[in-house]
């Protein structure tokens, strides 16, 4: 596991409610992330990649953002030692995945579907009955803008929904995931800085919505406990 930490000592004028401030002061607010794809020709790994980078800037920008904010960001890798080598399905535990609290699942698109290989990986993931509630973001790749590259979105999210996960969209671009064309047109042979981008503000909106998430469960288990 690779652990990636910042620590604000920014102060904007005014300070935070006197819950929020016990929540803030009783220890550092750790955020998991967990990122599983698999990838054929690279173009869905471009994606995890450039979807990941968002992630840790994010994650800077919101410990300026929220006076004595410590986040410990944590995204799942084979190595420890190598920040980027993130965890493709032959690799990934489903039960990490499934305990996340923010999850990206990506996939090549193959015969109109996510790739068997992927769906095998969630038909392993522990099914307890009771969704835990995780924010869920679902990236694929296609050869053709109707190839399949929706449904193959659309799928993934149904899938993750299962299990508690709750769908992040954005604008009409991302409305259920991060789709890339890489063999249709002028998009063709790579990943397009226009899909990067589409990725990089969908990753950027699912973890703003994540950290809202975990802070709002920690001042009201501070409430109830």
Not at 145 to 158: I, P, S
Not at 184 to 213: E, K, M, N, W
Request: proline share 6%; charged share 15%.
């Amino acid at each position: 596991m690779s652990t990636y930490s910042t620590s604000s000592s920014y102060s904007p004028p005014s300070p935070p409610s006197a819950a929020l401030s016990d929540v803030l002061t009783a220890a550092p607010l750790s955020v998991s992330v967990y990122i599983v794809y698999d990838s054929d020709t690279g173009y869905t790994e471009a994606l995890a990649h450039s979807m990941a980078e968002t992630v840790r800037e994010e994650g800077e920008r919101l410990s300026q953002l929220v006076p004595g904010l410590s986040l410990s960001l944590t995204i799942a890798t084979v190595a420890e030692a190598d920040p980027d080598a993130f965890i493709s399905v032959a690799e990934a535990d489903p039960e990490a995945f499934i305990s996340s609290d923010l999850v990206f699942l990506g996939s090549p698109v193959w015969n109109g579907s996510p790739k068997v290989s992927v769906l095998e990986f969630l038909a392993r993931c522990p099914f307890s009955g009771r969704p835990r509630e995780f924010m869920a973001v679902s990236f694929a790749t296609g050869s053709a803008f109707v190839g399949g590259l929706e449904h193959t979105l659309a799928t993934l999210d149904r899938s993750l929904s299962v299990f508690g996960g709750v769908p992040v969209g954005g604008s009409f671009r991302q409305a259920l995931g991060v789709g890339a064309v890489t063999k249709d047109g002028v998009y063709s042979g790579y990943v397009d800085p226009v899909f990067l981008r589409h990725g990089a503000s969908l990753a950027s909106r699912a973890l703003t919505l994540t950290v809202q998430q975990v802070l709002g469960k920690a001042v009201l288990a501070q409430h109830t406990s």
